[in-house]
């Protein structure tokens, strides 16, 4: 969540400057994984609270439900839905028995005058996240789309669809229901996508995990509903282009006398001059023709709807909003409080004996001083021997979330697991990149270390934490070994 205030920031920002913003996701905000362990759930809902409290003071319109923010459950799910000051969207997540979705599966708005439909479907994924217990079903699409569309077709200017089927599903759809207008894409993909159109419908996709937001500003026409052809512009430039060039290399042939006497014993430049001549006159043909199709789209263009996109990073350097600001620190303290009681209530249980120090395949980092004291003296020096350090310095020493990246271990620990590391195991020590030594530090020719490859640093260096990574530039700044 920690990018949430520059998002309320940036979204404060544009609604100053334009009239008729709407705030739309697709879903897959609260977690990260379909699946949490049992002892996490606690701070992870926590921190789901936190987020809807964000999008609650951003004034969200309207948020799709993906499997992702069904991983608590979906009596959380419900309960959530009632201190959101926006509805939660799925048209497909149902009752089992009677058929009634849990969720409202469309919402209505309007905005400058355009009266707008949303409809929300929820990814089905190969297996059932809900349990017999809910009594609830994820439907296919084309059980429930072509209902809520024909339901809402005659009453809104603006179809939109917030979708977090895969993308070749949303293709399909796209396809075969022009009467959306937009596709909002997430769940189940990853990145930036630039808007594509299918017929009358296009898509579009923001990165996950709040880095990014996208930005699509839309002069739409409610009476045609149509957008246009953005394309034919392209091509009439590209055309253009080529023409330039042509003439150019012509007027090169040209400036040393007519081609037919100067090449005349020549046959072979002569030939690709002609050809070249033929070229340009057909171009200019070519041209002729676009540019009367381009004054007619010109002359019918308020009938048509156009759009234009950027999206915009979260950067650090990007302002935060304060009240914005204010939730997410009142959150991770909160997050960081239940870790921290978790980690007493342990030590009251185990009354006394075997606190710490669950991972017994690993030996610590100081046990490596002995024998490599010159690779211990240049770990100590690098960022990785403070990283506990700094979730300490910011308060999130006890948050599970933080954990997995800034502590030395296997990857795939429970949060009871992390919360007691022993002591030496904080920070990220030498077995995070050589893995368990345990057995090394006993027999070190027998039982070997491991060596690092570029996956090892990318278990944490990845997409949400360090975009930025460069396994070569980054492993030279912290060699172990001595040349
Ligand atoms: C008792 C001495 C001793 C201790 C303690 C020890 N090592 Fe080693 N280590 C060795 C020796 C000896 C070698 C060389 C082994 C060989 O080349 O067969 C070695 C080699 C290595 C290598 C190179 C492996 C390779 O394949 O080239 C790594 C990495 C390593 N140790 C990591 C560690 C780490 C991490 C620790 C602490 C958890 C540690 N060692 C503790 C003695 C030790
Ligand atoms: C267990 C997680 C983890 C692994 C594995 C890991 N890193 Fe890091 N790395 C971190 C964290 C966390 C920080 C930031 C620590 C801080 O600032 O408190 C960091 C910081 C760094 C830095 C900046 C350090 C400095 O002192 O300038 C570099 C460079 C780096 N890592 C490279 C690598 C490389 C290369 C690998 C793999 C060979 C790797 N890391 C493996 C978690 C990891
Ligand atoms: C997936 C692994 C991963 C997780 C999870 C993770 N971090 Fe980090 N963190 C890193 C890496 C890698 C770096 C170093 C990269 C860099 O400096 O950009 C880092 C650097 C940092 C830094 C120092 C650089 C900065 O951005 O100011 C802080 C503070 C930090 N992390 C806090 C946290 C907190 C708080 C959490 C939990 C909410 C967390 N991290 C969760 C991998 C992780
Ligand atoms: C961020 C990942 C990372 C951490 C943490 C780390 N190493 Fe390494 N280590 C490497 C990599 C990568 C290599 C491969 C050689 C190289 O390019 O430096 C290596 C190589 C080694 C070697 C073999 C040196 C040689 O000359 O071939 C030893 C020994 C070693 N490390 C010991 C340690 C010890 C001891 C610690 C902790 C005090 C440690 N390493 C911490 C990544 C790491």
Known sequence: MGGLPKKAQQLENLRKKKNGVLALDSGALLFKEEKIQPDQIQQLTATAQGIVSAYNRMSFAAVGVARQDLAAGLPFLLSLQHKSDFPWLSANLVNRTHGKPYFKPHTLLSMAGVNIGVIGLTGQGPESLLPEKDNAVILPWEDVLPKEISQLKGRVDLLILLSNLPSSTNKKIAETHPEIHLILQGGSTSGNLVPERIN????????????????????????????????????????????????????????????????????????????????????????????????????????????????????????????????????????????????????????????????????????????????????????????????????????????????????????????????????????????????????????????????????????????????????????????
């Open 200 to 483: 009358n419908t296009l898509i579009t996709q923001v990165e996950q995990q709040g880095k990014s937001i996208g930005i699509l500003e839309v002069r739409w026409n409610k009476q045609t509903k149509k957008w246009e052809d953005a394309g034919a512009e392209n091509l009439l430039l590209e055309k253009k282009n080529e023409l330039d060039r042509l003439g150019w290399q012509i007027g090169r042939y040209l400036k040393t006398g007519d081609p037919k006497l100067v090449f005349k014993d020549k046959p072979d430049v002569l030939a690709a001059y002609e050809s070249m001549a033929r070229q340009h006159e057909r171009l200019n043909q070519e041209i002729a023709r676009l540019t009367v199709e381009q004054n007619t789209r010109n002359a019918n263009r308020t009938q048509f709807s156009s759009y234009s996109h950027h999206f915009e990073t979260m950067r650090k350097e990007l302002p935060d909003n304060p009240a914005v600001r204010a939730i997410v620190d009142a959150t991770t303290t909160e997050v960081n409080r239940i870790g921290k009681a978790a980690v007493k209530a342990r030590i009251s249980d185990s009354s006394g004996k075997n606190q710490e120090g669950i991972s017994e395949n690993y030996a610590g980092s100081n046990a490596c001083t002995s024998c490599h004291a010159p690779q211990f003296a240049k770990w100590r020096g690098t960022q990785h021997a403070t990283a506990y350090d700094t979730l300490e310095a910011k308060g999130q020493q006890f948050n599970v979330q933080c954990l997995p990246c800034h502590v030395t271990g296997p990857a795939a620990q429970t949060g009871q697991e992390m919360l007691a590391l022993a002591h030496d195991l904080r920070q990220v020590g030498c077995e995070s990149c050589h893995g368990p030594c345990r057995a090394h530090i006993l027999q070190p020719t027998d039982a070997k270390a491991e060596r690092p490859t570029m996956a090892t640093c990318q278990r944490c260096h990845s997409g949400d934490h360090d975009d930025r990574f460069n396994f070569f530039e980054a492993l030279s700044r912290l060699r172990c070994r001595s040349d």
